[in-house]
């Protein structure tokens, strides 16, 4: 909750003070702002994450409970997910356009990532039983999805239900590819999969950190540098994507050793020479006192 509310005024205060897009404050936008994480962009994310952790004793009472089988799982978030939309279609919108900070948006990837999280146990034979079947949808709801967004960005007029039933099973399936993607490489050992691996466990670190972080640094390059067409526009995009995310990770990094990583990140500060005292293995060294 700490972070949430400490990225949002600093957001704020970026948006207020250099890129001046707040006309005014009133009450309204406050709680939108702190509420719903409309400070800035991708802060929403965060409010889903803060209502996630509200509802969990909920829902952790309840799959112990009933322990659902995957099966029933799929159909009952993907229940919740259809009438969520339709909800959301005829009532919720015209009163709250910001349907996307709700948690019931997502209600079909978290319930996936809810199975999953409770049957760790079951995931190779799972996997290795379904395994084609999940890489066929991911890629058939993936082709669907990119198809009809960008025909929308055409201007075709698209059914946003096929379109939001795609997503949801799209970044379902892919997340759950990605998973075993990721354990297989990880199984390599002394292979290039390993080292990737390596490489992506070490990003995984300061993904949290790089997500918050990240907005300022791409506020910056696109003042730096922002072309208008092919092959510059190409080098803005990969390259302001290379430059942007390590940025933000030295940045994650650095921050994480000061007395600011609990008030920024949630989390006590990394031990490192020179900015928070004896790191770990100094203090493990250090010989009492007599």
């Known amino acids: 909750m700490v972070p949430f509310l400490v990225w949002t005024t600093l957001y704020l205060a970026l948006r207020f003070f250099i890129i001046r897009d707040i006309p005014y404050i009133s009450l309204k936008q406050g709680l939108l702002w702190y509420g719903f994480g409309k400070g800035f962009f991708h802060l929403y994310f965060l409010s889903v994450v803060i209502q996630f952790y509200l509802l969990f004793p909920v829902i952790h009472k309840f799959w112990r409970t009933f322990k659902p089988n995957f099966i029933t799982a799929i159909l009952l978030f993907g229940s919740v997910q259809v009438v969520f939309y339709w909800l959301n279609k005829l009532y919720i919108y015209q009163h709250f356009s910001y349907t996307g900070s709700l948690i019931f948006s997502y209600s079909f990837p978290i319930g996936i990532g809810l199975w999953m999280g409770y049957n760790t146990g079951h995931w190779a034979a799972w996997w290795k039983k379904y395994r084609a079947f999940f890489i066929a949808l991911a890629v058939a709801a993936g082709v669907f999805y990119i198809n009809r967004y960008l025909a929308s960005l055409d201007g075709v007029r698209i059914s946003t239900f096929y379109f939001q039933m795609a997503w949801a099973l799209y970044v379902s399936t892919l997340g759950i590819c990605v998973i075993f993607l990721a354990r297989h490489l990880a ?24 997500y918050l ?48 990583a609990r008030l920024l990140f949630g989390v006590p500060p990394k031990g490192i020479n020179g900015l928070t005292g004896l790191s770990e293995i100094q203090k493990q060294n250090r010989s009492p006192r007599a």
């Open 213 to 260: 972080v990240h907005p300022f640094f791409l506020l910056v390059w696109q003042k730096i540098y922002a072309p208008k067409e092919s092959p510059g526009l190409d080098l803005s995009v990969w390259g302001g994507f290379l430059v942007i995310f390590g940025l933000s990770c030295v940045t994650t990094y650095l921050l994480e050793r000061t007395f600011l």
């Open 187 to 210: 199984a390599k050992e002394g292979t290039i999969g390993s080292f990737l691996s390596g490489v992506f466990s070490k990003a995984g670190q300061y993904s949290y950190g790089s």
